[in-house]
């Protein structure tokens, strides 16, 4: 009888282990996946605000008139609009870079 008693005892606590430890095992599941999203949500807002940022940058008399400036070619009344042929400039800078260092003194000093 005393065994009887012993035994269902030791099922009903393991059992109970059993119950308990999955239990903690979905809990600590669910803590995990609310880190992760309010990990997500903290890079999300400060996605958010530097797009805030940029969208009252972009917004910004200042930055409007700097961009039609530097992409459309606008200017102002009495200004002078002067162009640089870039693709020269980058050929020109090459040529100096293919040189080497001797060949470059040469050049500025006797040419």
Same mark, same amino acid.
């Given at each position: 009888?005393?065994?009887?008693?012993?035994?269902?005892?030791?099922?009903?606590?393991?059992?109970?282990?059993?119950?308990?430890?999955?239990?903690?095992?979905?809990?600590?599941?669910?803590?995990?996946?609310?880190?992760?999203?309010?990990?997500? !949500?903290?890079?999300?807002?400060? @996605? #958010? %605000?530097?797009?805030?940022?940029?969208?009252? *940058?972009? /917004?910004?008399?200042?930055? &409007?008139?700097?961009?039609?400036?530097?992409?459309?070619?606008?200017?102002?009344?009495?200004?002078?609009?002067? !162009?640089?042929?870039?693709?020269? @400039? #980058? %050929?020109?800078?090459?040529?100096?870079?293919? *040189?080497? /260092?001797?060949?470059?003194? &040469?050049?500025?000093?006797?040419?």
């Amino acid at each position: 009888m005393r065994t009887i008693f012993r035994f269902s005892v030791i099922l009903v606590l393991i059992i109970s282990t059993i119950a308990v430890g999955r239990n903690i095992a979905s809990q600590l599941s669910k803590f995990k996946e609310i880190y992760q999203a309010d990990k997500k !949500v903290q890079q999300l807002s400060k @996605e #958010q %605000a530097d797009l805030k940022a940029r969208l009252e *940058k972009g /917004n910004s008399p200042s930055f &409007v008139e700097k961009e039609a400036r530097n992409k459309l070619g606008f200017q102002q009344p009495g200004e002078t609009l002067y !162009v640089v042929d870039m693709e020269r @400039e #980058q %050929a020109n800078q090459q040529r100096v870079v293919d *040189k080497k /260092n001797w060949q470059a003194w &040469v050049d500025l000093l006797f040419h």
